[in-house]
């Protein structure tokens, strides 16, 4: 059986909505259990106990949410092995995991995904999927009103299928 983690945050709904979506489409692999986690809650341990990640966050000020990068601040070292008796330095434990991206955004959201992916490099993650930016709409402008369309809606259960059963397969 293959694990599926999500580390998300969301203040306002949005990004919740699309990590409902992602896991509802996930469910259609039977043989990938999917694990949803509060970026306030996750530990690396979670991380280290996962196949395969996606990150989910709305975007604040042009970045991934501050529990997210708290997240990532916590846990980065808990996931690098220190190999300098063997002439090396640190390595990570996830080097190569599948990884993507969900974010909900008012009108950009390019700033958060952007920082999610420079992070996670240092732990050698694999980006197996563009992920997806959702803007809300409907919302008055400067406000994180608005809803989450249904096309992103879609394309979020579409990810999650895909990522579930890629992983149930063993071809990510
Ligand atoms: C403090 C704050 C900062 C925000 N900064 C941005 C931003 O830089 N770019 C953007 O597109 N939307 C921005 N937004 C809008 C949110 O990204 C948007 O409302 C998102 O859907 C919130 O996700 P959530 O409902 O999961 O909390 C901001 C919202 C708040 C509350």
């Known amino acids: 059986m293959?694990?599926?983690l999500v580390i998300h945050h969301s203040a306002s709904g949005g990004t919740r909505a699309l990590v409902a979506a992602f896991v509802e489409g996930a469910h259609s692999a039977e043989s990938t259990r999917v694990l949803t986690r509060s970026a306030d809650v996750?530990?690396?341990t979670d991380l280290l106990s996962a196949d395969g990640v996606v990150f989910a966050s709305p975007e604040n000020f042009g970045y991934m949410a501050g529990s997210l990068k708290a997240f990532v601040d916590r846990s980065f070292y808990q996931c690098m092995a220190d190999t300098t008796s063997h002439g090396g330095g640190t390595h990570s434990k996830l080097a190569g995991r599948p990884y993507s991206?969900?974010?909900c955004a008012?009108?950009?959201g390019t700033g958060a995904m952007y920082s999610i992916d420079r992070i996670v490099t240092g732990w050698r993650l694999r980006k197996?999927?563009?992920g997806l930016i959702a803007r809300r709409v409907g919302g008055e402008a400067g406000s994180s009103r608005g809803t989450v369309s249904e096309t992103d809606l879609q394309a979020a259960r579409e990810l999650g299928q895909?990522?579930?059963e890629g992983l149930a397969i063993g071809v990510l």
């Open 2 to 4: 293959a694990n599926l």
């Open 42 to 44: 996750a530990t690396a």
């Open 101 to 103: 991206v969900l974010i």
């Open 106 to 108: 008012g009108n950009d």
């Open 128 to 130: 197996v999927h563009p």
């Open 162 to 164: 895909l990522f579930a």
